[in-house]
């Protein structure tokens, strides 16, 4: 369904997120492809702190899967967190997926289950985050990666189209008539 490594062909720092996806910050360049990744950093008073979103088809597909790796920026303690959610089109509420706590350095691969409410609708998905620190130059958050969302394709169940059937009932009435043809014929036979 999607599939986004955020290489947008260039390594280097940029304010757009592109690709579908829908940003939300503080700075122009909060939420920003960072060399080949999403970049999510920001203190704000509310939540989220910095987020970016993205509305995906899940048409024809259920069991959907979502697999994205993070890894904490280099200022994020413990007590900073990354959020994943999901909302189906017309709902206000959120389905939290995933809570990460960004205290250490290394890089995390994530596989999620979203629930059978994203079978077969529109959905916008979230990352997101919540940072306590807002000290200048002190930036906390994290770097994404490699998301994909995935799903198995919904059965179709076969129905005859129109045309089929009206050409099956044709076909019935005239061997009806046939058979009804012929029993009055062995009738008026069997009278002789």
């Known amino acids: ?9 260039y390594y280097g720092h940029s304010s757009t997120v592109g690709n579908g996806w829908y940003e939300t910050e503080k700075s122009y360049n909060d939420v920003a492809i960072s060399y080949n990744h999403l ?6 008073s509310g939540l989220p702190d910095a987020a970016a979103t993205r509305w995906i088809n899940t ?12 890894k904490p920026l280099s200022a994020s303690d413990y007590s900073d967190k990354l959020y994943v959610d999901f909302r189906t089109l017309g709902s ?14 290394g890089w995390s691969w994530n596989t999620k289950y979203l629930s059978s409410s994203a079978t077969d609708t529109k959905l916008q ?3 997101w985050t919540d940072v306590s620190d807002s000290y200048s ?14 799903g198995d394709p919904v059965p179709v169940t076969a129905t005859p189209e129109p045309s089929t059937m009206a050409l099956f009932a044709t076909g019935m009435v005239g061997m009806g008539l046939w058979r009804a043809r012929r029993n009055k014929k062995e009738q008026a036979a069997s009278i002789e």
Request: proline share 0%; charged share 15%; net charge neutral.
């Open 1 to 9: 369904m999607v599939q986004d490594n955020f290489n947008r062909g």
């Open 39 to 44: 970049q999510l950093r920001d203190s704000l």
């Open 125 to 127: 998905l979230r990352f």
């Open 59 to 70: 048409s024809g597909y259920q069991n959907i899967s979502l697999m994205y790796d993070f």
């Open 137 to 150: 130059g002190n930036y906390e958050g994290a770097y994404i990666d490699n998301v994909k969302l995935w």
């Open 92 to 105: 206000n509420t959120w389905t939290k997926l995933a809570s990460h706590s960004l205290g250490g350095s």
